[in-house]
C-alpha cells in the first residue's frame, strides 16, 4: 500500500463524557463487556479455581485431594535431585505458585535444616509467615545459602527491616535477599541474573572460578544496588559482557567517574540500559562521550543519540498495561484502563464551543494500532452530520497510511502526534508508558527546593483609617458603567449613573482599563475603578498559583500545585514520590480561566492526569482529601473583597458571604469522582441549590464543630 493512498474508516466503540462513564457501562447492555475484552481487563483471575472443600492429611490441608502438600512438594525436589545430580536439593521452592499456604507451625513441622542441609537458594514466596524470631532462626540454620526470597509473606510487609538484620546477620554469604542484592553479592548472584545459575544449574559451595566468563547479556535493574563495583564485576570475570542493564539502583556508593572508568574496560560492552540522570551522568551524550565504544544507549542507537542532541532518552520504553484485582468490578478495570485507549473531541458551532469535552474509544482495529515515533499511518477524528448539525452527527476516525507499508508491516500512529519537546512530548509519554522514574523525582526534588529557597516571611501588612470616599456636601457618588445590570439596579439615592467616564467618582466597566484608555478618556488615579493593573496574577489559576509561590515559596497553606504546561516533570515526580512512600495520590484538574467547574476533574490515575492536558491547558493541584465538612458535605464561601488600594493596601470584605453547598453527601469512593453534586459546590449553575444564608450558617457550623465563628473567621 502506497503512501496516502488509501482512507478507512473506523467506528467508534464507546462515545461519551467524562461524568457519564460508569452510568453508561452499568446501563447499555454489552458496553462493559466489550469494552473489557478490547481493554484486556475481562480475564477472570479466580476462573481456574474450582470450589474448594478441605480436608486434613498429615497436619496438611488438601482441597479436594488435588493440591499438593509441603510434603509432596519436597518429595518430589528430593527424587528429582536423585535423578539429575548426586540426591543433594540445593534449590528449593515452597511457594505461592503451589497454593501450600505456609504458616509459622507447618514451617516449624517441615524441619528444612535436617532435610536440606545443603541449600544454596530457598524460595518461601507467597506463603503466611508472620514470627519474625520463627523465620529467622530458622533459615539462618542454612549456613551456605545464597538467596532467600521471603517475598508477600506477612512477617515481610510487617518487620521487614528487623528481618533483614537477623538474616544477613546470620546468613553471611547470602547475596540475594527478596529479590535484592545484598552488600556482599558476588558471582553467584551476577551468575544467576545472568542466566548462569538456577534451579537446573544452582550451582555448588565449591564452585570454580571464571563462571561467568560466557555471560554475555547481564540484567541488573531494580536489584537496589549501592556498589556495583567488586570483584565479581569485572571485565576479568565478565570478558563476554555485551549488554549490561542497571537501572533503578541508587549505586551511591560509586562516583560516576569510577563507574565510567570501570565499565570502559569491558571489552564487548555495547548496549547500556540506565537511568537518565542517574549514576552515570545527567545526560545521554555524556555518557556516550565518556564511553564512545557504546553502540547504543537504553535501545537507540548511539549515532542517533549525538545527532539529533537528545540529553533524556528512554526509547524502549514498556508500555502501561491495565491493573486490577480479581476482587474490582469490571466497570472499575475499565475506567482505570481507559486511559490507554481514550481519544477526545470538543465540539462547536457558529455560537458557543460545548463546556465539556467528548471522549471515545476507536474500535477494536483502530485500538490494535500502537505507538511509534515515526509511524506509518495518522488517525484523526470525523464527524458525519447527515443533516448539517450536530444534532445528527456520527462520530467515527479516518485512517491512513503516510508512508509506503507493505504485508508484514505493524500499522502504528503516532500517539502525540504534532506535540514535540517544546510541549513536554517525552513526559506525556509517561500516560502509556513506563518512563525513567528516577528523571521524573530528580525534576521534583530540584523544583522542591527551588521553592523553599524562596522567602517564607509573609508581607506585612499595615492598617490605618481610611477616609470615606462620600462627598463631604452629601451628593451622590457619580458612576459610569457600561454594563446593562449595575445601569438597570443600581437604584439607591446614594448614587447616580454618568454618561462621561472622566467625570465619574467611580468607573465600573467591562472594558480592560489599560494606560492608553485612561489617556484616551479622561481617567485620572482620584477615581475608583473595578480593576487593579495586573489582576490576572490573581483571577487567572496558573497565574495565581506562580504569584503565590513567587511570593512565599512552598507555603503550607497552598496545596502542591503545578501548571502542566510547563511542570508536568515536577508533577509526575510528586506522583511517584507519593506512591513510593504510601501518601494520598489524589489530585483535581482545573482549566487555567474557566470558572463554574467547567472542565474540572477529580482523579488518582496519573494516565488520567496526562490524557486531561488534550482538553485544554490545566493546573493540577493536590486535591485536599479530608476537608472540612457541613452537615457531612462539601461547601465553600464565596466573599466579595473590594481591593481600594494597592500601596499601601487597603481591603474591604463584605460581613456578608455566600455559602455553597454540594447536594450529595462527601464520599472518596472511586465512583463518586464522577458525580458533580458530591465533589463540587456551583449548584447554582448544575444541579438542585440550596441556600443557607450567613447567620443561619454560622450558628449550625459552630454547633457541628463546636468552635467559635469569631476565632477562626478573618
Known amino acids: ?75 518430589s525436589e528430593i527424587h528429582g535431585a536423585k535423578e539429575n545430580g548426586d540426591g543433594v536439593v540445593r534449590w528449593l521452592e515452597l511457594e505461592e505458585l503451589e497454593e501450600l499456604d505456609i504458616d509459622d507451625d507447618t514451617f516449624l513441622s517441615l524441619d528444612l535444616s535436617s532435610r536440606f542441609l545443603g541449600l544454596l537458594a530457598l524460595s518461601l514466596c507467597g506463603n503466611k509467615l508472620e514470627n519474625v524470631e520463627i523465620i529467622a532462626r530458622e533459615v539462618t540454620k542454612f549456613e551456605q545459602l545464597r538467596a532467600l526470597w521471603l517475598n508477600n ?79 565479581a564485576f569485572s571485565p576479568v570475570e565478565l570478558p563476554s559482557l555485551s549488554y549490561l542493564n542497571i537501572r533503578g539502583n541508587p549505586l551511591e556508593q ?64 514498556q508500555p502501561r498495561l491495565p491493573e486490577w484485582t480479581a476482587e474490582e468490578p469490571v466497570t472499575d478495570r475499565i475506567i482505570s484502563a481507559m486511559w490507554l485507549y481514550l481519544m ?110 524562596k522567602s517564607l516571611i509573609s508581607p506585612s501588612v499595615q492598617f490605618s483609617t481610611t477616609r470615606s470616599i462620600h462627598h463631604t456636601d452629601g451628593s451622590p457618588l457619580r458612576v459610569y458603567t457600561d454594563l446593562p445590570h449595575v445601569e438597570e439596579f443600581l437604584t439607591r439615592s446614594e448614587f447616580v449613573i454618568i ?36 489582576e490576572a496574577c490573581l483571577v487567572m489559576k496558573h497565574h495565581l498559583a506562580e504569584t503565590v509561590h513567587k511570593a512565599y515559596g512552598s507555603s503550607e497553606w497552598l496545596q502542591p500545585t503545578y501548571n502542566l504546561e510547563t511542570h508536568l516533570s515536577q508533577l509526575i515526580g510528586d506522583y511517584y514520590v507519593r506512591k513510593r512512600d504510601g501518601l494520598d495520590n489524589l489530585w483535581i484538574l482545573k482549566p487555567w480561566n474557566m470558572a463554574r467547574t467547567i472542565d474540572t476533574t477529580v482523579t488518582d490515575n496519573l494516565s488520567s492526569i496526562i490524557r486531561h492536558m488534550e482538553t485544554g491547558p490545566k493546573i493540577c493541584q493536590k486535591y485536599i482529601e479530608h476537608p472540612a465538612l457541613f452537615n457531612g458535605k462539601k461547601f465553600d464561601l464565596r466573599y466579595i473583597v473590594l481591593v481600594r488600594s494597592i500601596n499601601p493596601l487597603e481591603i474591604f470584605l463584605s460581613d456578608v458571604f455566600w455559602v455553597r453547598l454540594a447536594n450529595n453527601q462527601y464520599s472518596l469512593d472511586k465512583h463518586s469522582f464522577f458525580e458533580y453534586e458530591t465533589h463540587f459546590t456551583v449548584m447554582n449553575y448544575h444541579g438542585r441549590f440550596s441556600h443557607k444564608n450567613t447567620p443561619e450558617f454560622v450558628t449550625e457550623f459552630e454547633q457541628e464543630h463546636q468552635v467559635k465563628w469569631s476565632e477562626i473567621h478573618l
Open 1 to 75: 500500500m502506497s503512501k496516502e493512498s488509501h482512507v478507512f474508516l473506523i467506528d467508534h466503540a464507546w462515545t461519551f463524557r467524562l461524568s457519564d462513564a460508569y452510568k453508561q457501562l452499568q446501563e447499555v447492555s454489552g458496553l462493559a463487556e466489550r469494552m473489557a475484552a478490547l481493554m484486556c481487563v475481562d480475564v477472570d483471575l479466580n476462573s481456574n479455581a474450582e470450589e474448594e472443600t478441605e480436608e486434613v492429611v498429615d497436619g496438611i490441608s488438601h482441597q479436594n485431594g488435588t493440591k499438593l502438600s509441603v510434603f509432596e512438594a519436597m518429595e
Open 344 to 453: 477526545t473531541y470538543r465540539l462547536a458551532d457558529e455560537e458557543k464551543i460545548d463546556e465539556t469535552s467528548v471522549w471515545y474509544v476507536m474500535d477494536e482495529l483502530g485500538s490494535a494500532l500502537r505507538h511509534n515515533d515515526e509511524p506509518n499511518f495518522r488517525v484523526a477524528p470525523f464527524l458525519f452530520m447527515p443533516e448539517g448539525n450536530l444534532a445528527s452527527a456520527v462520530s467515527f476516525s479516518i485512517l491512513w497510511p503516510t508512508q509506503n507499508v507493505k504485508k508484514g508491516d505493524e500499522c502504528t500512529r503516532d500517539f502525540l502526534f504534532g506535540i514535540g519537546e517544546d510541549k513536554q512530548r517525552s513526559a506525556r509519554l509517561s500516560a502509556w508508558f513506563h518512563t525513567p522514574q528516577n528523571y521524573f523525582i530528580n525534576e521534583y526534588e530540584k523544583h522542591c527546593q527551588k521553592l523553599q529557597s
Open 499 to 534: 454618561s462621561e467616564p472622566k467625570d465619574a467618582d467611580i468607573v465600573w466597566t467591562s472594558t480592560q482599563v489599560d494606560e492608553d484608555m485612561k489617556k484616551a478618556a479622561g481617567i485620572t488615579d482620584q477615581q475608583y475603578i473595578n480593576q487593579f493593573p495586573f
Open 153 to 231: 509473606n506477612p512477617v515481610v510487609k510487617n518487620c521487614d527491616s528487623q528481618l533483614e538484620n537477623r538474616v544477613l546477620q546470620g546468613l553471611p554469604r547470602l547475596e540475594i535477599y527478596n529479590s535484592r542484592f545484598t552488600a556482599k553479592f558476588g558471582a553467584w548472584a551476577l551468575g544467576f541474573c545472568g542466566g548462569v545459575y538456577g534451579k537446573d544449574n544452582p550451582g555448588s559451595i565449591h564452585e570454580g572460578d571464571h563462571q561467568l566468563e560466557s555471560v554475555s547479556s547481564l540484567d541488573l535493574s531494580d536489584r537496589c544496588i549501592h556498589n556495583l563495583i567488586s570483584n
Open 254 to 317: 560509586n562516583s560516576v567517574a569510577v563507574l565510567l572508568e570501570v565499565l570502559k574496560e569491558f571489552p564487548c560492552l555495547q548496549s547500556l540500559e540506565v537511568d537518565i540522570p542517574g549514576p552515570l551522568g545527567e545526560s545521554a551524550i555524556d555518557i556516550l562521550e565518556s564511553l564512545p565504544k557504546l553502540s547504543e544507549l537504553n535501545g537507540v542507537n548511539a549515532s542517533k543519540i549525538l545527532d539529533t542532541g537528545k540529553h533524556v532518552i528512554d526509547s524502549v520504553l
